[in-house]
């Protein structure tokens, strides 16, 4: 029975598409508006990072249209008009009250998958961003073997359109392109860590352009659970796709073959038997695994700060300590989970831990790996209930505008059906470099 539960987080868990959203307003800024007047607006950060930064007026106006369409919800109270200049203190009080409203609504699916809500999301970020709506970009996207693949895009394209051309340029099948997202990644070469998946409702060049150069964007497995892995196997493109992606953890070093699997996956590599390759990789224990960062768990001592290292993965949180104890959390015995707006970096898991006693798990780490940890919850949360309905994964349908917010006349049919050349597949397979296999010494084996 999988007992995580939906709706019960402090600050949004709930799903847009098979991952939850985490939002804040953690400050107000001033900008300059186009008459040279100064105005404040509230930042909203998406999943820790910001997004965009709106007016009062432009969340009151969303709040007016939510209301029309879904008054029968019960959303967080949103702050009256004032007829005079706020003060500093009142303010930030309009900006708490703003906050605990749009975390209500990434507690309601249905609102926060409405086309009201993602246009409000995607526009916000074009004009905070003052995109030209017509502007036509090249956005570079690698794969797990840093192989960069440049996509004809717009720069007002959404995640899941750019997905659709950069899966189609590696000749994906358009079937398995839901088996794929977009991952937001930091880090220099051959030491890249994700960072997080980029959302339906934002739009990865306009990501991209507000980091420095060490952020990149890459195209990896959406799930967690590997009993879709087969899927993936029986197609030489998205088989390739998976077998450099087992190539890249082992390069990470955190998952620890014995010496044997070592010489054994250095004899299939040469062999370029991959599917057998990847057989092996997956009967490792630690398979689908994400090491987090270091950080301090009150478990099993209640009240104590112990040092451990994390570990997220399909069937477990797996917890390392110093002595080299290690303890599992199934997600199934996680029965809810809640972030904190005022302690961003400590994630608190309901956990049953015997029959019929629920004990509270707080786990403190960095504020990136406390939303990964979340969204995984509710991926395989996702996950088990469309494996167990027999379900196949989804990918966001092309969307109509909404009419919510100005967008641009152009008409996108042409855009749309843009799809760069995909390139010969033997050229994806001709990783001569940074194989782990050739970085493994004597002493390794």
């Keep these: 029975t999988v007992m995580l539960s939906r709706g019960k987080a402090v600050v949004s868990t709930q799903s847009t598409g098979n991952i939850g959203m985490f939002f804040s307003i953690p400050h107000t800024i001033e900008l300059n508006d186009d008459d040279g007047s100064v105005y404040t607006a509230f930042e909203i950060h998406l999943n820790g990072a910001v997004h965009s930064a709106v007016r ?3 969340l009151h106006k969303l709040n007016e249209h939510i209301q029309k369409r879904f008054d029968a919800f019960n959303l967080s109270e949103f702050p009256p008009k004032k007829l005079f200049s706020l003060s500093v203190a009142e303010k930030e009080e309009r900006r708490m009250v703003l906050e605990a409203y749009i975390q209500s609504i990434g507690q309601q699916p249905e609102i926060a998958k409405s086309n009201i809500f993602v246009d409000f999301l995607l526009q ?6 003052k995109l030209n709506e017509e502007e036509s970009v090249k956005l570079t996207v690698y ?18 359109e750019v997905l659709r051309y950069t ?31 980029l959302q339906d409702m934002e739009c990865p060049y306009l990501t991209l352009k507000a980091l420095d150069d060490n952020h990149t964007i890459e195209i990896r497995r959406s799930y967690w659970s590997k009993d879709f892995d087969e ?35 250095k004899q299939l590599k040469t062999a370029g038997l991959k599917e057998q390759f990847v057989k092996v990789v997956k009967s490792e224990h630690m398979y ?32 390392m300590y110093r002595d080299g104890k290690t303890i599992s959390l199934p997600v199934t015995r996680i029965k809810c989970w809640k972030l904190f707006p005022d302690k961003k970096n400590v994630i608190a898991l309901e956990f049953l831990v015997m029959k019929d006693t629920l004990k509270w798990i707080q786990i403190t780490t960095t504020k990136t790996d406390v939303i990964l940890i979340s969204m995984m919850l509710q991926a395989v949360l996702d996950e088990k209930i469309q494996l ?37 597949f ?18 390794d084996l």
């Design 426 to 443: 033997s050229s994806l397979n001709n990783r001569d470099n940074a194989l782990f296999m050739d970085e493994i010494s004597d002493n």
């Design 231 to 265: 899927r993936l196997m029986k197609n030489n493109v998205t088989l390739h796709l998976l077998y450099i992606e087992c190539i890249r953890n082992l390069e990470d070093r955190w998952m620890k073959p014995s010496a044997e699997t070592l010489r054994k996956l």
């Design 167 to 197: 899966a189609a340029s590696l000749g994906i099948e358009a079937k398995l392109h839901p088996f794929f997202s977009l991952y937001l990644m930091a880090g220099g070469e051959k030491q890249k860590s994700i960072v997080r998946r």
């Design 124 to 129: 916000s970020q074009k004009e905070y961003n």
């Design 388 to 424: 167990r309905e027999g379900k196949e994964l989804e990918l966001t349908k092309v969307r109509e505008y909404s009419g919510y917010l100005p967008i641009s006349n152009k008409d996108r049919k042409e855009k749309q059906g843009m799809r760069p050349k995909a390139p010969s």
């Design 56 to 58: 009062y007026s432009q």
């Design 288 to 319: 689908g695994y994400k090491m987090l960062s270091l950080g301090t768990v009150d478990y099993p001592e209640e009240g104590s700060e112990t040092p451990v290292t994390v570990y997220a993965g399909c069937e477990n949180i797996r917890l």
């Design 143 to 160: 794969t797990a073997d840093w192989k960069p693949i440049c996509v004809d895009i717009m720069g007002s394209d959404y995640s899941p």
